[in-house]
């Protein structure tokens, strides 16, 4: 900074003689001697102003420890080529000057650092979810109504150079402290991407959406059967913006389970492509189409956990593996596959998506073991409509008047939402006996309606009314009708 302020003087200097030489000097019409006489008086007093000048800037120079290269002005010769060397050398101190440091950007997106050459650079972050649910009757006894810290996830990520980036995010949410992100990506091209560490499987399409951008409170029942995030290795990759690739081998997390390490020795390999044809193009009612396909496999050997099933809104337990008297384990090969889709034009947003997972489950009765392959699907479709007009994508609403705007303030983003979702266990997981349909449900079938309101580009809040009705799951008849209220305040920056 100190240096601006030499460049400064240095400046106000050069201009403050270049405004005195020109007002002595009066223009010339015709030679006389009167007029030659003057001349000669002010050429002195110029040289002197720029020998003064010279000396100032080597003083300077010298301040700053000699950083330029060697002096561009010499200590005799004709005034205009003095003058126009300073001149040099002067813009050298200032790019000197503005060069040294790195720059600070706090804004309506980040608060970063970055290096003057734009390669390295730390981006820092975070969520914060603060969620109310209430129940009507409290799910037959079940559930609790509750504040809960749903997210708290401080973000750190940059680049390290030309070629890597980061991302480290931490949770510590639901009075839990995990890692949820943790990885380096190697940026060969746009289309050749290598990642390492632990990241979202690359299988459901809402999963794969960012945390804060989510158009409900929670995720609909097809992420149940989708690994959440896990630990390994992915080649992704964007091709002319309309067609991405994400290929992956992980550890092979239960489905929706986010883990740390492995527990078995088997591997899931994870293949999504998804297009968006007309992403490039003008056209309004084409450019927000998406549409493409997931698929896994893997061995699920002795240790690999198998899953639970929870409800959308109340995030309870309605199906379990086991029972009281025998212990259901993994036994074989797991295949998942997910078409999805989704449709933004204008205020209009549809996300729809189908998840499949089959997976052979083995347990010992009376002394035998069977095991028999489960086959448990699930599916969704949502809708929403933005009551302000703002463009509905799929990352998070930005309203074009937020309610911190000084001069200009507005009443934020409101946006209409509705899903409707289900999951359907496969009959044989009853059948063979390695679950209770006492206490776990045959199907769940949910409802969501609710209004969400974007305050500003930082603050969101939601409000979503859920009905799920369950199919067996009590000892006498169905699970009692999850009839949930939800409201959350997000803050994400």
């Known amino acids: 900074m100190r240096h601006v302020y030499y460049a400064a003087a240095i400046f106000l200097l050069v201009v403050g003689s270049a405004s005195a030489q020109s007002s002595s000097v009066q223009p010339t019409y015709a030679p006389d001697s009167s007029q030659s006489t003057v001349q000669q008086a002010e050429k002195p007093d110029a040289e002197a102003r720029l020998d003064a000048l010279e000396r100032k800037l080597e003083q300077l120079e010298n301040r700053v420890n000699a950083a330029l290269p060697a ?57 914060l979810q603060l969620d109310s649910k209430t129940f009507a009757d409290n799910g ?10 749903r997210r708290a996830r401080p973000i750190f990520e940059g680049s390290l150079g030309k070629y890597v980036d980061f991302r480290f995010m931490p949770d510590f949410g639901n009075g839990q402290s995990l890692v949820y992100d943790a990885y380096a990506d190697l940026k060969i ?8 560490g632990k990241f979202k499987t690359p299988l459901g399409l809402e999963v794969l959406q960012n945390d804060a951008d989510r158009t409900f409170i929670e995720n609909g029942l097809p992420s149940d059967l ?24 992980v550890n092979g997390a239960p489905d929706g389970a986010n883990i740390d390490g492995a527990t078995h020795d088997g591997k899931d390999v994870v293949g999504r492509v998804f297009a968006t044809p007309f992403a490039p193009s003008e056209s309004r009612l084409l450019k927000g189409l998406g549409f493409g396909v997931a698929a896994s496999s893997g061995q699920q050997n002795e240790g690999a956990v198998l899953p ?48 499949d997972s089959n997976q052979r489950v083995a347990a010992t009765i009376n002394g035998s073991t069977i095991s028999h392959d489960i086959d448990n699907h699930a599916w ?52 063979a006996g390695f679950a209770d349909p006492t206490k776990s449900a045959r199907a769940a079938r949910a409802w969501t309606a609710g209004i ?29 009708t999850e009839k949930a209220f939800d409201v959350r305040m997000q803050i994400a920056f």
């Open 71 to 127: 002096s561009g002005v010499a200590a005799a010769g004709p005034t205009a080529d003095r003058l126009e060397a300073l001149h040099n050398k002067l813009q050298l101190l200032e790019k000197s000057a503005v060069l040294e440091g790195p720059t600070t950007t706090a804004g309506r997106n980040t608060f970063s650092i970055t290096s003057p050459d734009k390669t390295f650079r730390l981006r820092i972050g975070g969520h």
């Open 140 to 149: 037959g006894h079940l559930l609790t109504d509750a504040f809960n810290i």
């Open 189 to 196: 091209e746009p289309y050749l991407v290598v990642r390492g």
């Open 226 to 249: 989708l690994p959440n995030r896990d630990e390994g290795f992915q080649l992704y990759g964007n091709i002319v913006h309309r067609l991405n690739y994400q290929v992956a081998v």
């Open 308 to 355: 639970t099933f929870k409800s959308s809104a109340g995030q309870a337990v309605f199906f379990a593996y086991g029972t009281k008297t025998v212990a259901a384990f993994a036994d074989g090969r797991r295949v998942t596959y997910t078409p999805q889709l989704y449709y933004y034009a204008g205020p209009f947003g549809l996300m729809a998506e189908y998840a």
């Open 380 to 431: 969704q479709v949502a809708g929403s409509w933005v009551l302000t007009g703002e463009q509905k994508s799929y990352k998070s609403l930005v309203p074009r008047k937020g309610l911190e705007s000084a001069d200009n303030p507005g009443i934020g983003a409101w946006e209409l939402v509705a899903r409707y979702t289900e999951l359907n266990v496969d009959q044989t997981a009853f059948a």
């Open 452 to 480: 969400n309101w974007y305050m500003n580009y930082f603050t969101k809040l939601q409000f979503e009314y859920d009905q799920t009705h369950f199919e067996q799951g009590a000892v006498a008849g169905n699970r009692p």
